[in-house]
């Protein structure tokens, strides 16, 4: 059982900078696909980012360009480096992990508890 633990969410201006850390409880190496996904108020929960165990990534349309996912296996660690931030971004950002499809419509075994990001 992989527990994930979300950090570095806060408050920030638009335009501003945030990485969010994922630490999972147990080594990474084997874990096919890691992901994070946000759900702000009143909406349903949307993929954000996906990396493969290869380093393959993926993500939604609405934050290609300023997003990036990278996970670091040796320190059990996942990653989202978060440039200029929108309005839109305010959501609870979510680390998942263990998915056969390394997409939003996989189903991820492990979830972390979430960590608040705001834009204003």
């Known amino acids: 059982h992989v527990q994930l633990v979300e950090s570095g969410g806060g408050t920030v201006q638009a335009g501003e900078s945030l990485t969010l850390t994922c630490a999972a409880s147990?080594?990474?190496?084997?874990?096919?696909?890691m992901a994070w996904f946000r759900q702000s108020a009143g909406n349903e929960r949307e993929g954000v980012a996906f990396i493969d165990r290869s380093g393959a990534t993926e993500y939604a349309e609405s934050v290609k360009g300023r997003f990036t996912i990278s996970r670091d296996n040796a320190n059990h660690t996942l990653y989202l480096q978060m440039n200029t931030l929108k309005l839109e971004d305010t959501a609870m950002y979510y680390c998942?992990?263990?998915?056969?499809?390394?997409?939003?419509?996989?189903?991820?075994?492990?979830w972390g508890q979430g960590t608040q990001v705001t834009v204003s």
């Open positions: 147990e080594h990474t190496y084997s874990i096919y696909c």
């Open positions: 998942a992990s263990d998915s056969a499809l390394c997409t939003s419509d996989g189903l991820y075994v492990y």
